[in-house]
């Protein structure tokens, strides 16, 4: 069983142009970025537009990533939903279907109290055997999954393991490795923190930019491991200006268009979020221009 750590992508969902799901695209980015050395694969994430998706087809994707990745890399996909009814039924399809863990985020748009969140997440851990991250993502969900939240759930599910915190909140991320149990698995989810997450303990980062740039996100922790610090600085560095470009655009479009200028078959994103045009995109191609992903 491979190790919960490293670079993990959370994949974009292609579409074709009907917007149905485009199998054949998504497995031509799977072998993309596990042939870049990424440590994992999330499935159905924000990045991966989840919020779009039918329950159905969020269980079909994950089947997709298991199959295709065969072993290659861990795969966890994003199995919550805004009812623990359905978050139970997505988790346990991941479990069954030969996922190494799942990553819940927190019920979106109905904004659960502390104690509500506790046992949703509770319920959903105890409903599997195979291990269950938390995802605190309070900038979309407009609830923050507290270090104590995650500490009592873990005090409750044995297979209650880690969480990927995209507050953006250094802080609030280095409090889970304070907080919750020794083993407990801290990973950042926000591009611009992953140097600095490493040295303070988390075990790695689910990064949208990998998508694009995985061989430069994959060589940030590389170097860490290393112990060349300046080198895994400077590649920070380089992937700022990918990370500060998601602000050209509604979310999750910058990541699929940028994707698509380097010829990977993204698609668009689901309506109602559009493409970039004019300036925004103008500013995107001379962003991967610089980077050298495109001539």
Same mark, same amino acid.
């Given at each position: 069983?491979?190790?919960?750590?490293?670079?993990?992508?959370?994949?974009?969902?292609?579409?074709?142009?009907?917007?149905?799901?485009?199998?054949?695209?998504?497995?031509?980015?799977?072998?993309?970025?596990?042939?870049?050395?990424?440590? @994992?694969?999330?499935?159905? @994430?924000?990045?991966?537009?989840?919020?779009?998706?039918?329950?159905?087809?969020?269980?079909?994707?994950?089947?997709?990533?298991?199959?295709?990745?065969?072993?290659?890399?861990?795969?966890?996909?994003?199995?919550?939903?805004?009812?623990?009814?359905?978050?139970?039924?997505?988790?346990?399809?991941?479990?069954?279907?030969?996922?190494?863990?799942?990553?819940?985020?927190?019920?979106?748009?109905?904004?659960?109290? *502390?104690?509500?969140?506790?046992?949703?997440?509770?319920?959903?851990?105890?409903?599997?055997?195979?291990?269950?991250?938390?995802?605190?993502?309070?900038?979309?969900?407009?609830?923050?999954?507290?270090?104590?939240?995650?500490?009592?759930?873990?005090?409750? *599910?044995?297979?209650?393991?880690?969480?990927?915190?995209?507050?953006?909140?250094?802080?609030?991320?280095?409090?889970?490795?304070?907080?919750?149990?020794? @083993?407990?698995?801290?990973?950042?989810?926000?591009?611009?923190?992953?140097?600095?997450?490493?040295?303070?303990?988390?075990?790695?980062?689910?990064?949208?930019?990998?998508?694009?740039?995985?061989?430069?996100?994959?060589?940030?922790?590389?170097?860490?491991?290393?112990?060349?610090? *300046?080198?895994?600085?400077?590649?920070?560095?380089?992937?700022?200006?990918?990370?500060? *470009?998601?602000?050209? @655009?509604?979310?999750?479009?910058?990541?699929?268009?940028?994707?698509?200028?380097?010829?990977?078959?993204?698609?668009?994103?689901?309506?109602?979020?559009?493409?970039?045009?004019?300036?925004?995109?103008?500013?995107?191609?001379?962003?991967?221009?610089?980077?050298?992903?495109?001539?």
């Amino acid at each position: 069983m491979h190790e919960i750590r490293g670079i993990v992508v959370p994949v974009v969902t292609p579409f074709n142009q009907d917007e149905s799901v485009d199998e054949s695209a998504l497995r031509q980015i799977v072998d993309y970025l596990i042939e870049a050395g990424v440590h @994992g694969l999330f499935p159905s @994430g924000s990045q991966g537009e989840l919020y779009a998706l039918s329950t159905e087809e969020k269980k079909r994707v994950m089947e997709v990533v298991v199959e295709h990745t065969n072993g290659r890399v861990f795969v966890m996909p994003s199995t919550g939903a805004i009812t623990t009814r359905e978050s139970i039924e997505l988790t346990q399809y991941a479990e069954a279907c030969g996922a190494d863990a799942a990553s819940v985020i927190t019920p979106y748009f109905i904004q659960p109290s *502390a104690a509500e969140q506790i046992e949703h997440m509770t319920r959903v851990a105890r409903s599997v055997a195979f291990p269950v991250l938390a995802y605190n993502n309070p900038g979309r969900t407009s609830v923050n999954f507290s270090p104590a939240m995650a500490a009592a759930v873990a005090a409750q *599910a044995d297979n209650f393991v880690g969480i990927k915190d995209s507050s953006g909140d250094l802080t609030n991320t280095l409090d889970y490795i304070d907080t919750c149990p020794p @083993g407990f698995r801290t990973m950042v989810g926000r591009d611009t923190l992953i140097y600095a997450a490493l040295c303070c303990g988390c075990v790695g980062a689910v990064a949208a930019t990998a998508n694009v740039l995985p061989e430069l996100a994959v060589g940030i922790y590389d170097a860490y491991q290393a112990g060349d610090h *300046a080198l895994a600085l400077e590649r920070q560095r380089e992937l700022a200006p990918l990370r500060h *470009a998601f602000t050209l @655009g509604s979310f999750p479009v910058v990541v699929k268009d940028a994707m698509e200028l380097m010829g990977l078959p993204a698609g668009a994103c689901r309506a109602p979020i559009r493409s970039l045009e004019g300036e925004p995109r103008e500013q995107l191609i001379a962003i991967l221009r610089e980077m050298g992903k495109i001539d």
